[in-house]
């Protein structure tokens, strides 16, 4: 009876976080899916900097080197929520969906978020974004307000 081998590095899923300017950078189209007003590249190179000095970073769920799903997050604290895991930016490729990488993603977060002392996992999703909801309502988060905003430009 042969053994069966593990499969290639450049076949296997991995969750981790993008950490240099050109894992980002292949991270751009997929997240273009979720922000389609994002620019270019280059500008979204320059928001992760900015923002990653805040706090936030950039979870990915990788085939080899090909990003799948992503989440962006940030640890914070407010009066609301407490000290929580806010989830910016969560979306898996288009042509993946509906595999399990954006609960693979969710299931990392929940852990980061009771390991670094969080009493909350919260994002925001849009009110149209009807699939996306059933996704959140079967990983057990609760549509608990409404956010508002306004245009200020």
Wanted: glycine share 8%.
């Amino acid at each position: 009876m042969s053994e069966q081998q593990p499969p290639a590095v450049t076949d296997a899923f991995s969750i981790r976080h993008a950490e240099n300017e050109k894992e980002v950078l292949r991270c751009h189209p997929l997240m273009r899916q979720l922000r389609p007003r994002l620019g270019s590249a280059e500008e979204f190179l320059q928001r992760w900097h900015s923002q990653a000095r805040g706090g936030y970073r950039l979870l990915v769920r990788w085939l080899g080197a090909e990003p799948v799903a992503l989440a962006g997050y940030r640890l914070t604290e407010s009066l609301i929520h407490g000290r929580h895991l806010y989830v910016d930016d969560l979306v898996s490729e288009a042509t993946t969906r509906g595999q399990g990488h954006g609960a693979e993603l969710l299931r990392y977060l929940k852990a980061e978020a009771r390991d670094r002392g969080c009493e909350q996992l919260v994002l925001d999703s849009g009110l149209s974004n009807v699939l996306a909801h059933r996704f959140y309502y079967r990983e057990g988060l609760l549509g608990e307000a409404l956010h508002f905003s306004m245009n200020l430009s």
